[in-house]
């Protein structure tokens, strides 16, 4: 597969700006190598197919802003919250809200990991190595 930068990809993406500060979240996950299936969990997250009560969920818990980004079959995922946030008291609280679960299912189908992982099996954390400004 061609991983080369093409245009638009190489001019950037706009962020977000909020009215507090926060913080980030990086995390990494695979796919199953499968064009088809990868195809279809890109379409699960289009606008037209992504979830209303799984968007609800997410900003519900706390949270600011989510990204996906994809290279292949590997997912880059992050995500912008206050700065009091805390993640394991939010995604205990997202895994019970309305279709959460259900979403859980139908996204394992795609995902390179055991059908029965947690998210937080799923998607690795990453540890930041490297920062520009102070």
Same mark, same amino acid.
């Given at each position: %597969? ?5 245009? @638009?990809?190489?001019?950037? &993406?706009?962020? =977000?700006?909020?009215? /507090? @500060?926060? =913080?980030?979240?990086c ?13 279809? &969990? ?8 992504? $979830? ?6 997410? =900003? ?8 996906? &980004? ?11 919250? @206050?700065?009091?946030f !805390? $993640? ?9 809200? @309305? ?7 139908? /996204?394992?189908?795609?995902q390179?990991?055991?059908? !029965? ?5 799923? $998607?690795?954390?990453?540890?930041? %190595? ?5």
């Amino acid at each position: %597969m061609n991983y080369e930068l093409k245009k @638009p990809f190489s001019e950037g &993406y706009k962020t =977000k700006e909020f009215d /507090v @500060p926060v =913080k980030r979240y990086c995390q990494t996950m695979e796919l199953k190598d499968d064009a088809e299936l990868i195809r279809r &969990y890109r379409e699960a997250h289009d606008k037209e197919h992504f $979830w209303d009560e799984i968007k609800e969920g997410i =900003k519900a818990v706390g949270i600011l802003e989510m990204e996906i &980004y994809i290279l292949g079959n590997r997912l880059f995922m992050i995500v912008d919250a @206050p700065l009091d946030f !805390d $993640w394991d008291s939010a995604m205990s609280r997202l895994a019970t809200l @309305p279709r959460q679960q259900e979403w859980e299912e139908h /996204v394992a189908q795609f995902q390179d990991c055991a059908a !029965d992982a947690t998210s937080d099996q799923k $998607w690795q954390m990453m540890e930041r %190595m490297f920062h520009l400004y102070e």
